[in-house]
C-alpha cells in the first residue's frame, strides 16, 4: 500500500530528544521541550514535530503483546502527551525499530509491526523514527541486508497506512542498503548516513560521523530527494556545544541546502540566543521549505571549497559557497553558476550580486538569487 507522500512535501521540521539527551528522558522534558518550542517562536516557523527517540517504552510489553510507556519517566502515558501537543499545534514523534530490540535495548517491532503501529494509532502519534538494531536477519537466509531492509521497513509502513492515521515514516538504517534508491513510497526520509557527532572535523576516531563526513555522504545523494521523500543526514547538533558559532551557522546551512529535515537537538529549554539566531533564520528555512523539494546539487568543488545550487519554485535558486578547509579562501563562485539576478545574503540581509567572496575557514556563505 502506498503511503501518502503528502504528509512530507518538505521536509519535516521539529525536535528530537537523541542528540542532546540519549535515553535520559522523560515526561517532564516532553511537556518543558513543547512549551519552549512555542514560547521561543520556533514552532511558529515550523518546527512542530516533537519526536522521542529511544529510551520511552518499557523493558517489558503487556501481557496481551503491547508496548507500553515507562511507568517511572512517562506516568501519564503517551496519548496524554499526543493530546496536549495537538492542542498546541504541535505533532508527537513516537521510536521504534525494525528488529526484537531497539538500540537501547528496549523491546522494539519485529513481529509485533500491526499491533505497534495500532497502539501508535491509538495514542495520537504523527510521526515515526523506525531503527535498524537488532535485526534478526537469520530469519532471512540468503537474503541480503537491503531485501531484509525492503521487507521489514515495508512491514511497518504497510501496518502505518493501514491504521488510516497520517504517520511520517522516518527510516533509520543509516544508509545500509541504499535506502535512497528505494525507499520513495516505502518512508517520507531514509537516513543515508551513520550517526551524527557533535563535532566539526577534529577528531580522526570519528572521521565517519562527523558534520563534514555526514555532509559529504549525503550530498551527493541530491537525485534522490523530492516531494514526499527525502536524504536524512541525521538530526542537528546546533546548539549542543561541540563547534564553533562559524561551524553551526555552516552546519544548518548545508543542511537547508540539502533539503534535510531540520530536527533541532540541543535542550531548549533555556536556548541561546545565538542558537535561535542560527535555526530561526528565516530565509534559510525558506531555502530548506522550499515546494519544489529539490536537493542542492554540487556544481564544483576544488581544493576544499564547495559551490551548491538548490533550484527553488519562484524560478530563483540558492547558491551555497562553503570553505570546508583550516584556512582562509578566496573563491569566485560566480564562474561556477549562472546566477546573475539580484541577490540577498541569508546571513547578513546584504542585497548584491553572486561574486567573488573571502571565506573563513569553515564558513559557508549563502545568497538567495532572483530570477535572473
Ligand atoms: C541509532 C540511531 C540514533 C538513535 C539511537 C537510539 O543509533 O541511528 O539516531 O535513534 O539509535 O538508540
Same mark, same amino acid.
Given at each position: ?24 528522558? /522523560? ?61 498546541? @499545534? ?18 522494539? /517491532? ?33 537474503? /541480503? ?24 515514516? /522516518? ?9 535512497w534508491e528505494w525507499a520513495r513510497g516505502v518512508g517520507h526520509l531514509w537516513r543515508t548516513t551513520p550517526d551524527i557527532m557533535d563535532t566539526y572535523h577534529r577528531d580522526a576516531h570519528r572521521g565517519t560521523q562527523d558534520m563534514l563526513a555526514i555532509f559529504e ?75 519544489? @523539494? ?79
Amino acid at each position: 500500500m502506498p503511503i501518502d507522500f503528502t504528509l512530507a512535501p518538505t521536509p519535516p521540521m521539529g525536535f528530537n530528544t537523541w542528540n542532546r539527551f540519549g535515553m535520559d528522558i /522523560s515526561e517532564a522534558l516532553i511537556d518543558e521541550t513543547m512549551d519552549a518550542l512555542v514560547s521561543t517562536g520556533l514552532a511558529e516557523l515550523g518546527y512542530v514535530h516533537l519526536n522521542i527517540d529511544d529510551g520511552w517504552m518499557a523493558p517489558e510489553r503487556s501481557a496481551a503483546g503491547a508496548l507500553v510507556p515507562d511507568p517511572q519517566r512517562f506516568p501519564g502515558g503517551i496519548k496524554r502527551l499526543a493530546d496536549r501537543a495537538h492542542g498546541m @499545534g504541535l505533532k508527537l514523534g513516537l521510536y521504534s525499530d525494525c528488529g526484537r530490540k531497539t538500540c537501547g535495548g528496549l523491546p522494539a /517491532s519485529y513481529g509485533h509491526e500491526r499491533q505497534d503501529a495500532d497502539t501508535f494509532a491509538r495514542w495520537g502519534i504523527d510521526y515515526l523514527k523506525h531503527d535498524w538494531c537488532h535485526v534478526p536477519f537469520e530469519d532471512f537466509p540468503g537474503a /541480503s541486508e537491503r531485501e531484509v531492509a525492503q521487507i521489514l521497513y515495508g512491514r511497518m509502513s504497510d501496518a502505518l497506512v493501514a491504521t488510516g492515521r497520517p504517520v511520517v515514516l /522516518s527510516m533509520c538504517s543509516w544508509g545500509h542498503g541504499e535506502p535512497w534508491e528505494w525507499a520513495r513510497g516505502v518512508g517520507h526520509l531514509w537516513r543515508t548516513t551513520p550517526d551524527i557527532m557533535d563535532t566539526y572535523h577534529r577528531d580522526a576516531h570519528r572521521g565517519t560521523q562527523d558534520m563534514l563526513a555526514i555532509f559529504e555522504r549525503n550530498v551527493v545523494l541530491d537525485p534522490f530527494a523530492g516531494p514526499g521523500g527525502f536524504n536524512d543526514p541525521d538530526m542537528l547538533e546546533v546548539g549542543n556545544g561541540g563547534m564553533t558559532a562559524v561551524e553551526y551557522r555552516t552546519h544548518f546551512a548545508l543542511w537547508c541546502m540539502m533539503a534535510a529535515p531540520l530536527l533541532l537537538g540541543c535542550d531548549l529549554r533555556g536556548v541561546s540566543a545565538e542558537t535561535l539566531a542560527i535555526v530561526g533564520n528565516r530565509q534559510l528555512i525558506a531555502i530548506n521549505q522550499d515546494p519544489l @523539494g529539490q536537493q542542492a546539487r554540487r556544481v564544483w568543488q576544488e581544493g576544499g571549497v564547495h559551490v551548491l545550487a538548490k533550484p527553488l519554485a519562484d524560478g530563483g535558486q540558492a547558491v551555497a559557497v562553503f570553505n570546508q578547509t583550516d584556512g582562509a579562501k578566496d573563491t569566485a563562485p560566480q564562474e561556477h553558476v549562472s546566477a546573475a539576478g539580484p541577490a540577498i545574503d541569508v546571513w547578513t540581509g546584504a542585497r548584491e550580486r553572486v561574486g567573488p567572496v573571502h571565506l573563513e575557514p569553515h564558513q559557508a556563505k549563502v545568497w538567495r538569487v532572483a530570477a535572473g
